[in-house]
């Protein structure tokens, strides 16, 4: 199985299939064994996750079922390819991961919160009221460019006029740097949403991501017929019962593409990437890092930094220097 950079190690199965010695004579419980071995291998589409348990679509359409990693630990994420084992009509066995395009991913000084896989772009979800973190909007803009994953900013509750202003402030600096805003209002607006939105995703696999409180729920349900019976039932199938917000699923568009909608959190820990690809992962940097007179530049306090001098000239805002000086100081925290 190839792995892309950046991504946790990956995990096997290390047990052995303990195949025993021809004896001439057929052990109890050997043919069983035997017909394990050879199951047939199938393709499919990791749409849920909760813990250790896996919901799976098929690849040739058939209904999903219910599947386990092999050994004590599990990589996989939602939107991951995986080859896997039918042992009942509902349950299954993952035993493979193929190549992925992509692992999106947040860690801390401990571990890893697998998001998503093989995803083409980030819809990061704002909204006027209740008041966004910059801190989160940063950090995911990062994680997006590190992954070459295309991000896209949402900001919902655009029906405020004296909220949208300040939030409109706000933005400037990121809409200065390329970054798309879309302003919508999903719940006075929905059909105005549903287009501007609906648009976006056509044909693409796209994580939505954001902070509780930003309208993420309300959106899916109006971009997908029938997403809350579709949860309910994930939910069961999972047996994560009343814990229906704490797993990530993938649906798919009725336009085409997917959209996988991931948990309201309060932090993103990028501990996992080397101040290499931390620079390379604020598009304003990337100008200046041939012109810095040392070729191992911290762009913190070095002399003759050129980071440093367009951050005095106003060519990159004080703030997202910041950023990037307090995720250094963070993925300096991880021994590698």
Not at 21 to 30: E, L, Q, V
Not at 307 to 314: D, F, Q, R, Y
Request: hydrophobic share 40%; charged share 20%.
């Amino acid at each position: 199985m190839t792995r892309p950079l950046n991504t946790p190690p990956a995990v096997r199965d290390d047990a052995s299939t303990g195949d025993s010695k021809a004896t001439g004579k057929r052990s109890r419980g050997s043919s069983g064994a035997a017909a394990s071995r050879q199951l047939a291998q199938e393709q499919g589409c990791v749409i849920a996750s909760h813990g250790r348990h896996y919901l799976v679509a098929p690849k040739s359409g058939e209904v999903a079922l219910q599947c386990f990693p092999r050994g004590k630990r599990s990589e996989m994420a939602v939107g991951d390819e995986v080859m896997f084992e039918r042992h009942s009509a509902d349950q299954g066995v993952i035993v493979d991961i193929l190549p992925r395009r992509n692992l999106l991913f947040r860690s801390d000084q401990f571990k890893s919160k697998l998001f998503a896989a093989n995803l083409d772009q980030m819809l990061i979800m704002l909204a006027t009221e209740p008041w966004f973190s910059e801190d989160l909007l940063g950090r995911s803009l990062v994680a997006a460019e590190e992954n070459e994953i295309t991000p896209l900013i949402l900001l919902n509750k655009a029906d405020l006029p004296k909220e949208l202003t300040a939030a409109r402030e706000r933005l400037a600096p990121y809409v200065a740097l390329g970054y798309q805003v879309v302003e919508v209002s999903v719940t006075t607006r929905p059909d105005e949403a549903r287009e501007l939105v609906g648009e976006r995703l056509r044909g693409q696999s796209t994580l939505l991501l954001g902070q509780s409180g930003m309208g993420k729920s309300t959106l899916v349900n109006l971009l997908v017929p029938g997403a809350a019976v579709a949860t309910r039932e994930i939910s069961a199938a999972l047996n994560s019962g009343k814990h229906t917000t704490t797993f990530t699923r993938l649906y798919k568009l009725p336009g085409g593409g997917s959209l996988i909608d991931s948990p309201g959190f309060q932090e993103f820990g990028l501990h996992h990437l080397t101040e290499g690809m931390l620079e390379r992962a604020f598009p304003e940097f990337r100008p200046y890092l041939p012109h810095c007179r040392f070729y191992n530049c911290h762009h913190l306090q070095e002399p003759g930094c050129a980071v440093l001098a367009a951050v005095e000239e106003g060519k990159i805002a004080p703030s997202r220097h910041a950023l990037y000086a307090q995720l250094v100081h963070e993925a300096s925290q991880i021994v590698r």
